[in-house]
């Protein structure tokens, strides 16, 4: 599916190439799933819905649903997206992890840097 879905949006460059991607997670007595729409170029729209076959709190299920729906995203080659879930916890976490491995890629250049000084 992701191969034809890629062949079929191409390259049109006067299409945005901006993906949305749309998480949410549900339970009932009968288990726990997670729910996601992929909506992208040429109005391209997926929709997923997955049981989880594990026991999962709610916040681990957001993170299921997240975590799917990004390789779904990956699959499809998506390279810019924007993520929306109602999750709270979800979404300040996965901003300050953003926010916090800027600053390890700095650091990390930084020390190849001294490195590489050290070298010569």
């Keep these: 599916m992701a191969d034809f879905l890629a062949k079929f949006v191409g390259n049109d460059k006067t299409t945005p190439d901006w993906w949305s991607l749309y998480v949410d997670s549900a339970s009932n007595v009968k ?7 992929l909506k992208g170029l040429k109005n391209v729209i997926l929709e997923q819905a997955l049981k989880l076959n594990i026991k999962a ?5 957001e993170y299921e649903a997240l975590i799917a729906g990004l390789k779904l995203a990956r699959d499809v080659g998506a390279k ?10 979800v979404q300040g976490q996965v901003a300050k992890e953003t926010m916090l491995l800027k600053y390890y890629h700095i650091a990390k250049t930084l020390i190849k840097y001294q490195e590489q000084l050290n070298t010569y």
């Design 57 to 61: 709190l709610n916040n681990q299920a």
């Design 80 to 89: 810019k997206l924007l993520c929306y879930t109602d999750s709270y916890l």
């Design 31 to 37: 288990g726990r799933g997670v729910g996601i729409i």
